[in-house]
Nanobody, 125 residues
């Protein structure tokens, strides 16, 4: 019954900002850490950002640290990703995911069990 629905993607120019949302249902939202991943054409899905169940502590891939901010509103069961100073290399389908395992490291994709359908972000001049 777990459902994750991403939204907010679109076409933007380099340097622009965009905020993605992920609406969650089917589980006790605040009990789980959440993450954002992205997948560009011809590339493997890669870790972007992570946030603890109750918020606060966050983790980011080096490629986005300082530009992206992951947040959550547990009263709305919603996860967010604020993306600033977007670059062409940020072009990808962005997915939110529920973290259900912890045996290697925070950004390890196999520690995430449930995935949304993704939302396309295209950064082009």
């Amino acid at each position: 019954q777990v459902q994750l629905v991403e939204s907010g993607g679109g076409l933007v120019q380099p340097g622009d900002s965009l905020t993605l949302s992920c609406a969650a249902s089917g589980f006790i939202f605040h009990n789980y850490a959440m993450g954002w991943f992205r997948q560009a054409p011809g590339k493997e899905r890669e870790f972007v950002a992570h946030i603890r169940g109750l918020g606060g502590e966050t983790n980011y891939a080096e490629s986005v640290r300082g530009r992206f901010t992951i947040t959550r509103d547990n009263t709305k069961n919603t996860l967010y990703l604020r993306m600033n100073n977007l670059k062409p290399e940020d072009t990808a389908i962005y997915y939110c995911a529920r973290k259900t395992r912890e045996f290697y490291q925070i950004g390890y994709i196999k520690e995430y069990e449930d995935w949304g359908q993704g939302t396309q972000v295209t950064v082009s001049s």
